[in-house]
């Protein structure tokens, strides 16, 4: 097979919970001849659904990752797949692989259109530039609506969505599609489980619709250059369909368009032409722009081109550990060559690490291969010391790449073995779980010597817990989930603070004047301002009390909370030329720091979440009755046929529980879904609530 980079698509499959992202997969590796029978969701036996959560619960956990060959006018292609998880609690794994591919296939029900976690997975896809193809699946299901999907994509997620594809039939009289660009209808066959499929005329009910939507992709193309729009004013059937693909490919590139097409995975129709519009759409690594990073010895930007013989540059997106082989590294390689034990530099680390193997994955299975090139995904073993987001490349010509940010983790409890032979085996598994899954966090709380987990929400935890207990034998009891509350600053106070200890022979002495205050807008975490003048103090002082100041900011003066975000303003400082050192600037630096903080106005921070609830109609009264009294701020309710979409910014704490309890205001027919929105102030008297339950009294901080 051609291994060209222009023959080469590095996609992902993304979507909102139950649009059909995994069924798609598993045919996709059908019809391509990887796998030899279909895996299905509802039975468990889904390819890419390999862990044992996902194929007892019938949800992604994990994005997985796996090759296939197309063909497309004779013509062999390479597609890197990776089929990302549905739920917002695993949306990390959303925003890695988004980070490293370079086209996506965005899912939508039918019947569903664009739900909650469709606008979060688009908005990340806008955030890293990917081009994408919208596919409307479920055609087949009861209330399907393709053209309401096309309205809510242009509503919802300010898009401009071109139809390619119109389908023939809706819910169970659902049988193919017209290809607009062809202008040529197709019907799948069911008893060659959709395998084969013919061309028939395009049925006489349609086709007038067919023309509407075609005049309006040839009008589209002919505006993308002036040859074409001449060609359009003389003879509009002059266009070829070769000339329609590539102004098509050029706008979806560009962000400018997004393809839309249709079809029902489940019922085996219409996938093989979305195999090929991912080649006749999607970017090839060529396509994309060339990819900048900072020099860390020069501090300048250099950038690499999708070229093998450019110097070697990749960036590892994720962290896993196999049974067999250990722990996993994927990574997407963005220039020059690797072969198996060669030696490639941890920009990030400084630390050189041998190749021992360079792996293509087929979900949890995998081929060893001896080189990867430039444009390609695949993971690696051997390494030491790794992880998601640092740069891989050449020792001589190092260079580091934009790194991937994650989402802080909202809830957290308390853990513990339930035997004490298992303390320290239960460090171990917890402290290699994090390093799979950046938005998983451990801490030891000071005060109760308890070990605190946090998550992204109470799914993510359960299932760690489950992890721990299948695949580490590590049994645990666990508190109730509590949210995860941030401190913050309210005013800006001035301080000084003045630290010596002699206990005989050497001592320590720091002295820092400062200034703490709330963060600039945007600004997370400390934001650090050297304004020291005439080099009053010396550099490895600055940078040790810097130190000093951001791991001050994990404890606040209210509860123990982190803080969300603060400024200091360093503005003098003196130091002793014997007791000085950066120790203890860094001391003095902490302390300072919570000193300050009691002075400054603190404040407990909640965090609020998207809600979105979708109930039959009758029960909406019940059902903003029930969010009123959650302390809940209603933005919008919209109608859907016999349901109504209620949404709403509600704070964390009060919705434990809530699917229970939404589940018998409405007959267990209601459904909901949570993400995370933004950090908002506490009311005091909950906050005072809060900050009594965990110290048992309330601190006096002016």
Not at 481 to 506: D, F, N, S
Request: hydrophobic share 40%; net charge negative; with cysteine.
């Amino acid at each position: 097979m051609s291994e060209k980079l222009e023959n080469i698509r590095n996609i992902g499959i993304m979507a909102h919970i139950d649009a059909g992202k995994t069924t798609t997969t598993e045919r996709i590796l059908y019809y391509t001849g990887i796998n030899h029978r279909m895996g299905e969701v509802h039975e468990g036996n889904a390819t890419m659904d390999w862990m044992q959560q996902e194929q007892e619960r019938g949800i992604t956990i994990t994005s997985a990752a796996t090759t296939v060959y197309w063909k497309t006018n004779d013509t062999p292609y390479k597609i890197n797949i990776i089929d990302t998880p549905g739920h917002v609690d695993f949306t990390v794994e959303v925003e890695r692989s988004l980070r490293v591919l370079d086209g996506a296939v965005a899912l939508f029900c039918a019947v569903g259109g664009v739900e909650a976690q469709s606008e979060t997975v688009w908005h990340q896809a806008d955030k890293y530039h990917v081009p994408r193809i919208s596919f409307v699946n479920k055609m087949d299901r009861s209330g399907a609506d393709f053209y309401e999907v096309i309205n809510q994509i242009k509503e919802k997620l300010h898009a401009n969505p071109v139809v390619i594809q119109l389908p023939i039939g809706e819910e169970d009289n659902f049988r193919g599609i017209v290809d607009l660009v062809q202008n040529k209808a197709y019907e799948w066959d069911e008893e060659s489980l959709g395998v084969n499929f013919t061309e028939i005329p395009i049925p006489e009910e349609i086709k007038e619709t067919v023309q509407k939507y075609r005049i309006k992709i040839i009008e589209g193309a002919a505006e993308e250059n002036e040859a074409l729009l001449e060609k359009f004013l003389d003879d509009a059937d002059s266009i070829s369909s070769e000339e329609i693909i590539a102004a098509l490919r050029k706008a979806t590139i560009e962000l400018r368009i997004t393809p839309v097409l249709c079809g029902s995975s489940f019922k085996n129709k219409a996938v093989q032409t979305l195999l090929d519009a991912i080649i006749l759409y999607l970017p090839s690594p060529l396509d994309i722009s060339a990819i900048e990073g900072i020099n860390p010895f020069t501090e300048k930007v250099e950038v690499r081109h999708s070229n093998a013989s450019e110097p070697f540059s990749a960036l590892a997106f994720k962290i896993a550990t196999d049974t067999y082989v250990g722990k996993l590294a994927f990574f997407r390689v963005y220039s020059g060559t690797l072969t198996t034990g060669s030696f490639i530099y941890n920009a990030n680390t400084g630390k050189k690490e041998r190749v021992s193997k360079i792996l293509r994955m087929h979900a949890n299975k995998q081929i060893q291969i001896n080189e990867i090139e430039a444009g390609d995904i695949g993971a690696l073993v051997g390494f030491k010391e790794i992880r998601t987001g640092d740069t891989l490349c050449a020792e001589k010509n190092p260079i580091i790449l934009e790194t991937i940010k994650f989402p802080e983790p909202v809830i957290n409890i308390s853990v513990e073995p339930k035997t004490t032979a298992d303390i320290d085996k239960l460090m171990s598994c917890l402290n290699k779980i994090a390093e799979e899954d950046p938005t998983f966090r451990i801490r030891n709380n000071e005060e109760t010597g308890q070990t605190i987990i946090s998550g992204m929400g109470e799914l993510h935890l359960e299932i760690i817990l489950d992890r721990l207990k299948r695949e580490h034998k590590v049994d645990c009891n666990h508190g109730i989930p509590q949210v995860a509350y941030r401190e913050a600053i309210k005013t800006a106070v001035r301080h000084r603070e003045l630290y010596k200890k002699q206990t005989g022979g050497r001592g320590r002495y720091a002295d820092l004047d400062f200034e703490i205050s709330p963060a600039d807008n945007g600004v997370k975490g400390l934001q650090f301002c050297d304004e020291i003048k005439g080099g009053r103090l010396p550099k490895d002082f600055i940078k040790a009390s810097e130190k000093g100041f951001k791991a001050a900011l994990q404890n606040g003066v209210l509860a123990g909370f982190s803080f969300e975000s603060a400024k200091v303003r360093l503005i003098d400082g003196t130091f002793h030329t014997v007791d000085s050192d950066a120790m203890a600037f860094e001391i003095a630096a902490r302390l300072a720091f919570k000193e300050a903080a009691k002075k400054a106005n603190c404040v407990l921070m909640e965090p609020i979440m998207k809600l979105e609830v979708v109930t039959p109609e009758q029960f909406v009264g019940d059902v903003t009755g029930d969010l009123n009294k959650r302390r809940a701020h209603l933005e919008n309710i919209s109608a859907k046929i016999g349901f109504q979409i209620v949404k709403a910014t509600v704070p964390l704490s009060e919705m434990f529980g809530y699917i229970t309890a939404l589940r018998t205001i409405t007959s267990g027919r209601g459904t909901s879904s949570l993400e995370f929105s933004h950090y908002d102030e506490t009311p005091k008297e909950i906050a005072d609530d809060v900050i009594f339950k965990i110290k048992g009294y309330l601190p006096i901080v002016s």
